[in-house]
């Protein structure tokens, strides 16, 4: 977290001198993370082409972490001790509607901690009365806010029960409010983990073409790590991440004040009613996920996005979210990712691989070089089997394709090879391998031309056999009678 407000606080013009003074640390350190920070970024905004794996140092550079929060000394305001204070001011609570409003008995915030000590809790006066201040609910009054283009967005999850492929599901909304131009947009997922949290930014991000200056959020997990007393909240590390390489900085909410983020809670019960109240019934999620999009871009008609668009801030290149992982390639030439299995070219077969594992996909290189990308599958033991990376293996033995698990995953070739190949399986794996730059439609497409004109071709020049035959049988007997 030193390292995020170091460069928060550069970006709001403080010098490297009053921030190691505040913070306490060496000025040299201050320094120091600040122009690896901005030397990352002249990088990425230079315009020059940039390999992978120079955009994994860079991003590397600029959120990598050096500050270990494990080492801190424990604060004597733990969770059991703030029970007990909040016990004690329930007591009071009691005591006020029996003695009345006004009564002249109520403890005060040194006799609390004249108690705690008592009880054996080592702990200050002035510690104590900053948290009973914190637990003591007050009268707010509420602000109206007005905020610039660019200046403010907000997040939030919200549930949707919908109905796919028959099957009540439940899924969530990942919410972005953008006050000030009236925009409200959503992602629809079946989870609401670190993963889902983190793409759907990225995705936003990406679709907006920039990011504002500071993003609001309340109290979940997938942004505060853990609580510090009530007021003191230690950030999620991949968040500070992500805040770091596209600059904004980080709102939390105060504990049960959903109106401190009240746009983006309006825009979760907007967007679930206005999308999903009439029609709630899909094929799949992806349908489901379109007709969101679809009637989002309705919904925001008259929003004045593009206008808050132009003052946001600009970057060259989306946050990397994989997880980057070693595979090795079984004999069956497939890898395992989170307990489902994928396919490799068979040449790759016990040699070692790298994964990136995203979200909703994982690409697969070899010695720094691509090889293959699968759209992952839900469920465990699945399995999911690409046909170009068998043939090699099948031309040499022909016979282990009539069973193969992998033509029962493509239903289509399937049924061209019981049609038409079922005695030729040497023939449909040539076929095949002619065909393997082709897209699976066209292979599809190509093989039933090829197989079936040569079919229709015979049937013609049968039928016209048989109708020379009938004419010369009808012309015999014709003479046969005159004669």
């Known amino acids: 977290m030193d390292r995020y407000t170091i460069i928060t606080l550069k970006n709001r013009g403080k010098s490297n001198r009053q921030i ?51 080492s801190r000394q424990k604060r004597k305001l733990t969770p059991e001790v703030l029970r007990r204070i909040a016990e004690i001011l329930e007591d009071e609570e009691k005591k006020t ?56 967005l907000e997040y939030d999850f919200g549930e949707v029960k919908l109905v796919i492929n028959n099957k009540v599901t439940t899924c969530y909304l990942a919410v972005f409010g953008c006050p000030a131009s009236g925009f409200r947009w959503a992602y629809l997922y079946t989870k609401q983990d670190q993963k889902v949290f983190l793409d759907s ?3 936003f991000f990406a679709m907006m073409g ?61 967007i679930r009613n206005a999308v999903f109240a009439k029609k709630y019934q899909f ?19 008259n929003s004045a996005i593009e206008e808050e668009k132009q003052t946001l801030t600009k970057f060259a290149v989306d946050y990397e979210l994989a997880e980057v992982l070693i595979a090795t390639v079984d004999k069956y030439s497939l890898i395992r990712v989170e307990n489902n299995y994928y396919s490799v070219p068979d040449y790759l077969s016990k040699k070692k691989v790298v994964v990136k594992n995203y979200l909703n996909r994982i690409v697969i290189y070899s010695n720094n070089e691509f090889v293959c990308e699968h759209k992952k599958v839900n469920g465990e033991k699945e399995f999911k089997l690409e046909f170009s990376h068998f ?47 082709e897209p699976l439609e066209q292979v599809v497409a190509k093989l039933q031309e090829n197989r079936i004109a040569p079919a229709l071709e015979k049937s013609s020049l049968h039928e016209s056999v048989l109708v020379c035959s009938l004419h010369q049988i009808q012309r015999a007997s014709q003479i046969t009678i005159g004669g």
């Open 391 to 437: 043939l090699k293996t099948l031309r040499r033995k022909p016979g282990a394709l009539k069973n193969s698990l992998v033509l029962k995953q493509h239903p289509t070739l399937q049924t061209i090879y019981q049609t038409y190949f079922k005695t030729k399986p040497k023939e449909f794996i040539e076929k095949l391998l002619e065909l393997k730059d």
């Open 283 to 301: 094929e799949s999620l992806d349908e489901a996920a379109d007709f969101l999009e679809q009637e989002l871009i309705k919904l925001n008609r």
């Open 201 to 203: 930014h990225v995705r």
């Open 97 to 152: 509607e029996i003695l009345g409003k006004n009564h002249k008995q109520k403890l005060s915030c040194s006799q609390i901690h004249q108690m705690l000590l008592e009880e054996g809790v080592d702990i200050g006066l002035t510690t104590v009365t900053n948290a009973i201040r914190g637990l003591k609910e007050a009268r707010e009054v509420f602000i109206k806010q007005d905020y610039e283009f660019g200046a403010r």
């Open 210 to 270: 920039g990011c504002w200056k500071e993003l609001v959020y309340d109290n979940m997990k997938n942004v505060v790590s853990r609580f510090i007393g009530r007021n003191e909240k230690e950030l999620n590390e991949k968040l500070l991440n992500l805040a770091l390489y596209y600059q904004f900085e980080i709102n939390v909410t105060n504990c049960f004040s959903g109106h401190e983020k009240g746009y983006v809670e309006s825009a979760v019960k907007k």
């Open 20 to 70: 190691a003074k505040d913070l306490g640390i060496n000025r040299k350190t201050v320094a120091r993370y600040w122009n690896a920070f901005q030397k990352a970024h002249k990088a990425f905004n230079s315009g020059k082409p940039l390999t992978a794996k120079e955009i994994e140092d860079l991003t590397d550079q600029i959120v990598n972490q050096s500050y270990q929060s494990g």
